[in-house]
């Protein structure tokens, strides 16, 4: 499975957009690319998730250039509420249904006043 | 809807001791999934089913043994506990055609 590498920490200001930017060089043809935000104390939430080009839902945005070795997370208008780490990942979707998700560690983003 | 539930949510045992955490889905996924994780760490997965009677090793899967017990529910077994397995685990499920995976709110397990 694609190993990803994301930046550790960030800090942002409430109601500035925030870039999280996740690298997956050696991601495979079937691989999609999905983000998960985590509180403390509370399991990984879904956020997006893309195979190429943009998506967009009610929360974020995510951009995958065409050789989908990168992707951006982007959190538009951040709030305080946003404080959360953030994981980038690559999975393979089985035939089964089921799929193995590597987590790295994250990025800690921190939204202040 | 509940989604995933986990039980308990806190519990401290003594080395040796064994134990065994509880998940149950009420969202009719085929899939679900065992993760712990360590405190400034990612999760790492211990085992999953793929499918109700199916169970596979993840990524850490010594000292714990897995059990689907029908397709809502899939615990988690520590027969003889060491310090090295206190952390938080978490149970997730999946749905046929999709990487979304549901995670429970957690059980923090320390091991003294």
């Known amino acids: 499975l694609a190993k990803t590498t994301q930046p550790i920490s960030m800090d942002s200001y409430e109601g500035q957009e925030v870039n999280i930017t996740c690298s997956h060089n050696?991601?495979?043809?079937?691989?999609?690319i999905t983000w998960y935000q985590q509180f403390p104390s509370q399991g990984p939430r879904f956020i997006i998730q893309?195979?190429?080009t943009k998506v967009t839902n009610e929360v974020a945005s995510l951009f995958i250039p065409a050789d989908r070795k990168s992707s951006t997370l982007s959190l538009p208008r951040v709030s305080l509420s946003d404080t959360a780490v953030y994981y980038c990942l690559v999975g393979v979707r089985f035939s089964g249904g089921y799929n193995k998700l590597i987590f790295g560690a994250g990025t800690r983003l921190a939204v202040h006043p | 809807n509940a989604g995933v539930t986990q039980t308990p949510k806190f519990q401290v045992l003594k080395t040796g001791q064994s134990m065994t955490l509880q998940c149950a889905q009420d969202?009719?996924?085929?899939?679900m999934y065992w993760y712990r994780q360590d405190p400034g760490m990612g999760l790492r997965l211990i085992y999953y089913?793929?499918?109700?009677?199916?169970?596979d090793k993840g990524e850490v899967p010594n000292g714990y043994n897995v059990s689907r017990l029908n397709k809502r529910e899939f615990s988690l077994r520590l027969e003889s506990a060491a310090p090295s397995q206190t952390s938080v685990y978490f149970c997730?499920?999946?749905?046929?055609?999709?990487?979304?995976?549901?995670f429970g709110p957690g059980t923090r397990l320390t091991v003294l």
């Open positions: 050696n991601i495979a043809t079937n691989d999609y």
């Open positions: 969202m009719n996924h085929n899939s």
């Open positions: 997730a499920s999946s749905d046929g055609g999709t990487d979304t995976q549901y």
């Open positions: 089913s793929a499918s109700e009677g199916t169970t």
């Open positions: 893309g195979y190429k």
